[in-house]
C-alpha cells in the first residue's frame, strides 16, 4: 500500500471515531522519523480547548480500533495532541477559519524580496493567498507558499 492510500486509509477509520467523540480530526500524518514511525492525529473542537484527557480519550479509542483493524504493518507510536496555537494551516476550511487572523507563510523561493511574510490573513483563493503587511496587502502565488501557519502573539 502506497504511503498516500495508507494515510486515505487511516482519515477513513479514525475520523469517525474522533468525530463520535466530539472532536474534530484537524490533521492525521504517519511519517517516520528515524528509524521509527509515527502515527500522529491532530484533534480539535470548535472552542480549541483541548485537554489532556480528551487527547486520552481520543487516543485510547484510536488505539483500539488500529489493534482490531491493524492497518499497520510496521510498528509506530500514536500521538494524539491538539494542533497547537501556532497550528499549520493545511486545508481551505483552515484558511477559510482563520480569515483575520495573524499568519506566519514560508515560501519555497524568494518572493518580492522575501522567503517569509508575517501579517494578517486577508483571503485565498486557488491561485493566491493575500495578506496584510503592515498595513499593505501582498498577493502571494500559492505555488510558491510551503507552509502557512497561525503566528501567537504574546
Known amino acids: 500500500m502506497s504511503k498516500d492510500s495508507l494515510k486515505d486509509r487511516l482519515g477513513d477509520l ?5 468525530s463520535e467523540l466530539g472532536f474534530d480530526l484537524y490533521h492525521l500524518e504517519f511519517v517516520k522519523e528515524g528509524k521509527e514511525n509515527y502515527l500522529r492525529v491532530y484533534i480539535d473542537k470548535e472552542d480549541g480547548n483541548i485537554s489532556l484527557d480528551d487527547c486520552e480519550k481520543v487516543s ?3 488505539s483500539d480500533m488500529l489493534d482490531l483493524e491493524d492497518p499497520i504493518k510496521d510498528s509506530y507510536y500514536l500521538e494524539v ?3 497547537g496555537i501556532e497550528r499549520t494551516l493545511y486545508t481551505e476550511e483552515h484558511l477559510k477559519r482563520y480569515i ?3 499568519v506566519s507563510i ?3 523561493s524568494v518572493f518580492d524580496g522575501k522567503k ?3 501579517g494578517k490573513l486577508i483571503d485565498f483563493d486557488k491561485e493566491n493567498i493575500v495578506v496584510d503587511c503592515t498595513g499593505s496587502n501582498i498577493s502571494i502565488p500559492r505555488n510558491k507558499v510551503s507552509n502557512v501557519s ?3 502573539e504574546f
Open 14 to 18: 479514525v475520523e469517525p471515531i474522533v
Open 60 to 62: 485510547r479509542a484510536v
Open 81 to 83: 495532541s491538539s494542533p
Open 100 to 102: 483575520g487572523s495573524d
Open 106 to 108: 514560508k515560501l519555497y
Open 116 to 118: 517569509q511574510y508575517d
Open 150 to 152: 497561525l503566528r501567537a
